[in-house]
């Protein structure tokens, strides 16, 4: 067990790991669109020092 | 599905986000408020929009400035609003580094997750700010659109140069990772015109360190929780 716990790999096949590494990252940069890059006013003022804070273009 | 494994992630960057909050309250946030005083003071102000996105019928609309009027953000208040995003963006941070961490077959662990963190502080914050330093409100700006997609891709081409030089060991592929990195500077970011600014650039210098220092805290934590998270709730599934 001591060897699988440190291992830095997945043993899983990538056909078992695919549907749940693009729903991951589509979701995920659906997610940072929305709070970094999104042009919404709503989006924008409510994320506004974060987009500030995180580097993201703002203005 | 995996299911635990993306619930992991999710806790992982809620966790990081909840963190985040108040390192950006000791360290940036105050600059973002000192800085608003300099836009509003300076009477230009600065268009949040593009003219494009907004249809209103009014001609001349004032620019919003902040803190002056209540803007159409969500009645959270200030501090609730940049919580409410941190917690956001650091679920969509976390999602983005475990699904690359699944197509790459790697697994996140509390002793690699530190490495996970820093390579994404390189990716998203440390390679954009480097030609294109982080802004604060009242600072001359080159057009949004055209800085936005000099972000994006400057954020992919160094992620797949992080790729290239980490994860493969042919000498042809660290050398096109280096280069992958190096090209978006190259370019160069989109630059204002006019660099007349009324921000103090001692401000915007202390906000550009202090961006990177909170967001480099905000990955550290984020890849170590990201680790701690999927060995603690995911690893069976890993391991099937």
Not at chain 1, 17 to 36: N, P
Not at chain 2, 17 to 32: D, E, S
Not at chain 2, 155 to 184: H, M
């Amino acid at each position: 067990m001591a060897t699988v716990r440190t291992s830095n790999t997945i043993s899983l096949p990538l056909a078992s790991r695919l549907t749940t590494a693009v729903v991951s990252l589509l979701l995920g940069i659906f997610i940072v669109y929305g709070v970094g890059l999104s042009h919404s006013e709503t989006l924008h003022d409510t994320a506004h020092d974060t987009r500030h804070s995180y580097g993201f273009p703002c203005h | 599905m995996l299911v635990k494994y993306l619930l992991a992630t999710i806790i992982a960057g809620l966790f990081a986000g909840i963190l985040l909050t108040p390192a950006m309250y000791v360290k940036t946030v105050p600059l973002i408020l000192h800085a608003e005083e300099y836009e509003n003071a300076g009477g230009e102000g600065h268009s949040h929009e593009a003219p494009a996105a907004t249809t209103e019928a009014a001609p001349a609309v004032a620019p919003h400035e902040h803190g002056q009027e209540a803007g159409p953000e969500l009645p959270l208040g200030r501090f609730g609003n940049t919580l409410l995003i941190n917690l956001v963006a650091g679920a969509g941070f976390a999602l983005i580094t475990g699904a690359a961490a699944l197509f790459l077959g790697r697994r996140i662990t509390l002793q690699n997750g530190i490495y996970w963190g820093l390579a994404g502080f390189f990716i998203f914050n440390f390679a954009p700010a480097f030609s294109l330093a982080p802004e604060l409100p009242a600072m001359p700006a080159a057009d949004l659109a055209t800085r936005q997609a000099w972000w994006l891709i400057t954020v992919v081409l160094t992620a797949g140069g992080v790729y290239l030089i980490v994860l493969r060991d042919e000498i042809w592929a660290k050398l096109v990772g280096v280069v992958l990195i190096v090209a978006p500077h190259v370019y160069g970011a989109p630059e204002a015109e006019d660099l007349a600014s009324a921000v103090p650039p001692t401000l915007a210098s202390e906000f550009a360190v202090s961006t990177l220092a909170t967001n480099l805290f905000f990955w550290v934590v984020l890849g170590t929780a990201l680790g701690w998270a999927i060995q603690n709730y995911a690893s069976s599934e890993l391991d099937a």
